[in-house]
DNA sequence: GTCCGTATTGACCATGTGGTCTAAATCGTT
DNA sequence: AACGATTTAGACCACATGGTCAATACGGAC
């Protein structure tokens, strides 16, 4: 397995962490592997994106617990960039909302300092293949998480006493034009009615979502889910 | 190891799939282990959800290529429903887009029919002692698609050419209230200035975002993250 | 000091919008 | 056949909204 590896290039990485201590702790770590080649090393997220642009590495270990410009910043950057460069997140912590906000800028893996080194040398190999690493314990952490936030999302929307459940569908027709903006006259050329009759929707639509202005009323059905409802009925 | 269970409760089970031999075999590989208790089977989500308001099981191993009723939203049921059952996600295609709808909806767990039975069986104990089981294969599909889709999102927001750039703080101040369905009269309150003051700023909006009426307005600030942005220089 | 951008305010007017009342045609239900 | 809900439509009115022009005041830039 290993003897496969040594016929391809080497492993190009790039090292972050304003702990000189500990970066040479890694360097020295990640060094011992023959088919990495740590081709730069940096203290701050300035140097680091310039080491970055200029080797083009294939894997970035990034220490995301730096003050001044923050790690994880660096990392949408570094994505924005839209290069071949993977970054793998390194901290002290396991924090679910950090991990979570990694992975959500775009890191490819979230390894902390504490785990044991052929563990960070696993996810580098594999990281620099494609694929994302995360450790069984902190996907777990990240899954629950995700979870937790879209059930809050849900019951926002889910909402039983959602007034937008009261429209009839013609209203709904109505509200739907509303939401992009369109006035009474655009309104009723697209639904082929009189000027009159949309004023009486809209005017329906305003009692039942209890608002008095078309704005408040698209940002009602905005807030309630409105335009994810026929998505649903497609998709989920 | 297997000892400590023995004296724990046997995890109660109800199993869900269209396919009635299907649900034989899974039902003779899950009764094979001496702590799992299948309380029920179904064939469709109807029976399935009366089951699990009857029995309250542990576990529900949920096939999701049903017919009719779709188990995606029977699995948005089960957690509304805001029990202590664990749903696991069971089908045939490894669909990256069908593995994040079913953990976003809730599904604690996702198995192909193809993988091993020993899989299963880890995954239904993991589940029910409140941890998210996801094959390393699956998970990094998930991921995947989990940053696939924030990146399109991110693209959006981020554009260059977003013409909310263009205004002044005073205009997103006043923007900031429109967003929020309040009048000529009420802005000219907040924010002690005269109504036509408002309506000035209003007018230099609209020219800046090129639209003409507040609706517009406030939907393109909505479409262009108007609202994100003060997050962002708290939170990321 | 002068210029430019921003914030402020007033006046005027056309039109869009919202509120209310009435009423006809259609459709499904009882 | 009768009823209720929905969709359609007109009339009328008050007021909010959007468009335009002009003017003052303040701050920073050159």
């Known amino acids: 397995m290993r003897n496969t590896v040594e016929f391809k290039k080497k492993i190009k990485i790039v090292l972050v962490d304003d702990n000189v201590e500990h970066l040479s702790g890694i360097r ?55 290069v071949d460069t993977k970054v793998i997140a390194l901290t002290g912590y396991d924090d ?28 580098i190999e594999e990281v620099a293949v494609g694929k994302i690493y995360l450790p069984t314990a902190l996907s777990s952490r990240f899954f629950d998480y995700f979870q937790k936030s879209f059930k809050e999302e849900h019951t926002v ?14 209203e709904e027709e109505v509200l739907d034009l509303l939401t992009q903006g369109i006035t009474y006259k655009g309104v009723a050329e697209k639904l082929f009615i009189s000027e009159t009759t949309v004023k009486t929707h ?35």
Not at 157 to 166: C, E, G, K, R, S
């Open 28 to 82: 020295e770590l990640v060094s011992m592997e023959s088919n990495f080649d740590v081709v730069g090393t940096a203290t701050s997220v300035n140097v680091a994106m310039s080491l970055i642009k200029k080797y083009r590495p294939n894997v970035v270990l990034m220490d995301i617990n730096m003050p001044e410009k923050d790690g994880l910043t660096a990392i949408m950057e570094i994505e924005k960039m839209d």
């Open 96 to 123: 679910p909302d950090l991990i979570f906000r990694a992975i959500k800028v775009g890191a490819k893996g979230y390894i902390l300092k504490t785990m044991a080194s052929a563990q960070l040398i696993y996810a």
């Open 157 to 170: 929307v889910t909402d039983d006493d959602n007034l937008l459940t009261y429209l009839t569908s013609r």
């Open 202 to 236: 809209v005017n329906n639509i305003f009692q039942k979502l209890q608002v008095n202005d078309r704005t408040q009323a698209v940002l009602y059905a905005l807030n309630n889910g409105f335009l994810s409802k026929r998505k649903m009925k497609l998709s989920v």
